[in-house]
């Protein structure tokens, strides 16, 4: 059964629209990293308080994550998913 799944592409390519589909079909929560990435203010949050925030996520059962980031810091997460998208 796929329940961790992880969105990746680029800017204005549908990841959020398509993340937010999947959460309607499936009733998986749906977790946008600019969310973790970025204040309210779109200030950049610091390293260790964001991967905080996505180790808490990942503890979850069933996640679909998405987001534009490759870097290192996100590689747990795409190991952890069932489906890569």
Known sequence: ??????IIGGARSGK?????QLFDKTNIRHF?????VFT???????EQDRN???NKILLGDSWII???????????????SDKII
């Open 40 to 46: 309210e203010n779109w200030e950049k949050v610091n």
């Open 66 to 80: 998405e987001g534009v980031y490759t870097e290192d810091w996100v590689a747990i997460a795409l190991k952890k």
């Open 16 to 20: 959020s629209f398509f993340g937010k």
């Open 1 to 6: 059964m796929i329940n961790k799944i992880y």
């Open 52 to 54: 905080i925030e996505l």
């Open 32 to 36: 946008d990293l600019d969310k973790i």
